[in-house]
């Protein structure tokens, strides 16, 4: 068991708790927290695999930004102050048998693939991935054409989101 | 080293679960909470298979950080209609919002 | 390698050495050395903060034209030891329906988020927690962490007027992240890195000469970010009793005080290494990595300084004005900035260093009196709008 090896378990197993969490708990803050907690094991994941500037980007993205907008749609849309009625609906062991159906299927279909137990090659020393992630985005033999269609993407949403929010009086 | 089944395994636990929360909250924030587990999942599943295979191709990293952009999108878009719900019916539990139903 | 040229490392090869000496594993006794540089780097940071107290309230006193305090021990330099002894006997206190986990852990998260943005600054050229290579984004990224435990301590005092302060300053401090993130892209463009060793290795000419209007916006977002005057609107004790702080009393305020004061020192710290060169002045410090540590520290109280004099200078401005100052004045200003920085960057590539410097100060006075016009011409349109019916009540007579 390397360091490594060890230190992956205990996230993994600590975002895989934090994701059930926030999946059953009654209380929608806590959930919100629940999935910061979650969020954050996953940017140490990306550190795990070498992918540092991912790591960071998730939590000024995801911790930074959209936690906090859920924590704020939370605050904003609570009728009073005690959560009433079940979480869950009436047929949850029906999404239950679906969720344990799906990931029995995706365990299996995944193991059957000649790749599923290869181990990772050494990164090349003078590999700089923020640099080729960037050249990457920005050059034409590139992606920039989604990275372009991505921010007009961002822009709709902006716009969207004003416009559904906006108290017209 | 970590052999690439346990992130696979790790992410398509994180996917189920967020598929069950999708399927079984009551409350319409909660089930985008269950939609952000799952694109966290995709993306740790993309950034694996970048980082198992080869490295040179950044195809994995973009991937992923065009899947930022859109969840970034969705959930303010989501949110925003929850908000815009709650205003005029004054409930966020999905149940309730069955208006086009007959 | 000798001890006075690379302490550090001499350092953690002997307690290295003495650990495996012990019979530990090789790797648990590196984990154990990395644990106690850590613990090490904490404490000095927290006596650092304790003196920041001390440094805050003469300062503060001499902006008044007071003396601060003076009786406890020379200078009163014993004043913030009687303040800790007094925060820690303190009562203390959760309120009626707190939500007790979330109300607890805000605190700490709050002194963490400070806590981790020293790992990325560099103290000399050898010492340095880690040199990322996207170290410009991991303070946005700490930056999130402290808005997160700013909303869980209002919402979970169970106190409306924390909500509101929490909510303000999330506002805040979330709308000013984009022209921060933005001039920081200025000090990456020039030394084509986001680590923070390689930003201050590159600055042979300081980047504030290079491009000073960046300087300027990122000191205007910082104290944003930082939640002190003149945005601390969410803890305005004439407006809001202290914002999401009400509820807090005993160490738990003190850690949020603490915090705070220690994230403006961090980010006069930044503001250093980005624009005024960190821990270079001439050449001394590869003298001596202590003389590069001092030459930081020095250089971040002058940062802290400046920003302790904005504060006590400047009043306070609305939440509402606050924001239509960062939408409609400061993101275009900063996009605009980076813009023109890119594109003045890659036309003078090359060029001597004197037309270099001249060519980007230019393009940053052009972009800031053309901003300036633009309020100017707001402003303008602002005035006409009150001032017509003077006009008319002129005409009468």
Known sequence: MTGEQIIFLIVGAVTLIAGFLVVTVRNLVHAALWLVATLFGV??????????????????VYIGAIAILFIFAVMLTRRQAAETGPAMNKNWWGGAVVAVLTFAGLAFLLQTWSGFSKTAAAIPSGFDAVNQLGGALTSPAGYVLPFEVASVLLLAALVGAVYLAFNKK | MIPLSWYLILAAGLFSIGLFGVLVRRNAVAILLGVELMLNAVNINLVAFWRYGDISLMAGQVFAIIVFAVAAAEVAVGLALVISVYRRRNTVV???LDLLKW | MTFWNDPLKVAADWLTGIFTGWGMPSAGAHVLVAFLGVLMLITILMVID????WIERKVVARFQDRIGPNRLGPFGLIQPFADIIKLMIKEDTTPDGADKVVYNIAPMLSMMSVLILWAVVPLAPVMLGVDLNAGVLFIIAAGSIGTLSIIMAGWSSNNKFSVIGAFRQVAVMVSFEIPMLATLLIPTIFSGSMGMNA??????IWFFFLSPLAALIFLIAAIAELGRA????AEGESELVSGYNI??????FGMFYAGELLHAFTFGGFWAIMFFG?????GLEKVSPFLAIAIILFKALLGYWVIMWVKYTVMRIRIDQMLAFNWKFLTPVAFVLVMVTALMNALLDGAPSWLFVTGMILSNV????????????????????????????????
């Open chain 3, 278 to 282: 960190g821990y270079r002045f001439f």
């Open chain 3, 247 to 252: 509820e807090y009393s005993g160490m738990k």
């Open chain 3, 199 to 204: 930003i201050i290795q590159s600055q042979d």
């Open chain 3, 366 to 397: 052009i972009v800031a009196w053309v901003a300036m016009e633009f309020v100017r011409s707001a402003a303008k349109q602002e005035r006409e709008k009150v001032e017509v019916p003077k006009q008319v009540a002129e005409a009468h007579h």
């Open chain 3, 230 to 233: 003149p945005f601390d609107l």
């Open chain 2, 94 to 96: 999905a149940e309730d």
């Open chain 1, 43 to 60: 940017a140490i994941i990306y550190t795990l695999l070498n992918a540092g500037f991912l790591a960071v980007v998730q939590v000024v």
């Open chain 3, 50 to 53: 304790i003196f920041l107290v």
